[in-house]
């Protein structure tokens, strides 16, 4: 199931707009690319057991939340690319065993 906000001028993240959607047991994705996030509030991915993919290029954010990954156990692809991303969390990552590809670049 995949779930794509990009390019919708979004400053936050509603929880709503990520729930899984009950009943389904396969991966998903989200793409909130190309918004104007500035902050991710440590929850917003939680109840997401199932991402696999998260792609937040291209926004403002400033840092990202410890604990923000924590329930994403399947995660493999994470972008943060081209935000101002100044501070992480020495255990961002911690949970994500299965994460094949980070990019923080142009940060």
């Known amino acids: 199931m995949n779930r794509e906000l990009q390019h919708n001028h979004l400053t936050t993240v509603?929880?709503?707009?990520?729930?899984?959607?009950?009943?389904?047991n396969f991966s998903c994705s989200r793409d909130l690319s190309n918004n104007f996030i500035t902050i991710l509030t440590n929850d917003v991915f939680q109840n997401n057991p199932k991402l696999t993919?998260?792609?937040?290029?291209?926004?403002k954010l400033g840092r990202l939340a410890p604990g923000l990954l924590d329930s994403a156990w399947f995660l493999k692809?994470?972008?943060?690319?081209?935000?101002?991303i100044s501070i992480l969390t020495s255990n961002l990552f911690t949970n994500n065993e299965a994460l094949e590809n980070i990019d923080l670049s142009s940060n």
Do not use: E
């Not at 509603?14 to 389904?24: K, N, Q």
């Not at 692809?77 to 101002?84: I, K, L, R, V």
């Open 14 to 24: 509603p929880r709503r707009l990520l729930f899984p959607i009950v009943g389904l």
């Open 77 to 84: 692809n994470f972008d943060a690319s081209f935000n101002n």
């Open 53 to 59: 993919h998260i792609n937040l290029a291209y926004n």
